[in-house]
């Protein structure tokens, strides 16, 4: 997906994509997406995009965008709806974002960021539903994150990736604290925060997991080092085009 140079203030975008019965899709973004602050003579406009998803049995979708980036002032809501047509459908969703043009000395100066992102059943029943709003005097409180980063993880095809996840972050909640230990590539990734949350509704299993970073380079290496145990699923081609997209 493309947004040109970015998406201007008071622009509406609507994407619909159905995944068909036993195929996977990939779908990448060309760089962050950058969300442009407001004009004067539209300033109480506000920035919408919306991506609606269909996923069908024993289909795949890899939802893996760069980051969103708002300007400071920009006024940004996104909702990202995915449906999976029965148990067997599956979906890696990733949504993430960091705290502005960091180059600029603007960290956390946009107006409003809101993101949704629901995945349902056919029926309208709800497996998950997360929201997050950042606005009015949220600066201070981010403090001292630069990046946050939501995955959803769901289905029969990413069993195995859920479980990695469950695996390492009992091991690093149960590891005891050793001050003098050598540092070694845990060690270096102290400075994110992440956690795990168990998904089981409606006969779909997974898990979401949500990280902070001190950086978006931090964060952004922390994300590719934990997907990719999905190489053998999009393949050699596709993962190296995600991997060197950011």
């Known amino acids: 997906m493309s947004y040109g140079g970015g998406i201007v203030h008071g622009d509406r975008i609507h994407v619909n ?65 995915v449906t999976l047509h029965g148990p067997t459908a599956s979906v890696v969703l990733l949504d993430w974002m960091t705290s502005g043009r960091m180059s600029r000395g603007e960290r956390w100066a946009f107006a409003k960021y809101f993101s949704v992102n629901v995945i349902k059943t056919t029926s309208e029943k709800i497996i998950v539903r997360d929201a997050l709003l950042l606005q009015d005097n949220f600066a201070k409180r981010m403090e001292p994150i630069d990046a946050f980063a939501l995955i959803l993880i769901l289905g029969p095809a ?8 469950r695996e390492e972050h009992k091991a690093q909640r149960i590891k005891p604290f050793r001050p003098n230990a050598t540092h070694d590539h845990a060690s270096e990734e102290q400075g994110i925060l992440w956690s795990v949350s168990e998904i089981e509704e409606h006969g779909v299993c997974g ?27 999009v393949g050699h081609c596709v993962w190296s085009m995600y991997a060197n997209s950011f």
């Open 158 to 165: 990413v069993a195995d990736v859920a479980q990695t996840f």
């Open 17 to 81: 994509v159905r995944v068909g019965s036993k195929c996977a899709l990939v779908l990448l973004t060309q760089g962050s997406t950058k969300v442009f602050r407001p004009q004067l003579r539209a300033a109480s406009e506000q920035t919408y995009q919306t991506i609606i998803i269909d996923v069908e049995p024993d289909a795949l979708l890899f939802l893996l965008p760069d980051p969103v980036t708002c300007f400071k002032d920009a006024m940004y809501n996104q909702r990202q709806s």
């Open 207 to 233: 898990v979401a997991v949500r990280a902070a970073g001190p950086s978006t380079e931090e964060l952004k290496d922390w994300i590719k080092r934990r997907l990719f145990s999905l190489k053998p699923l």
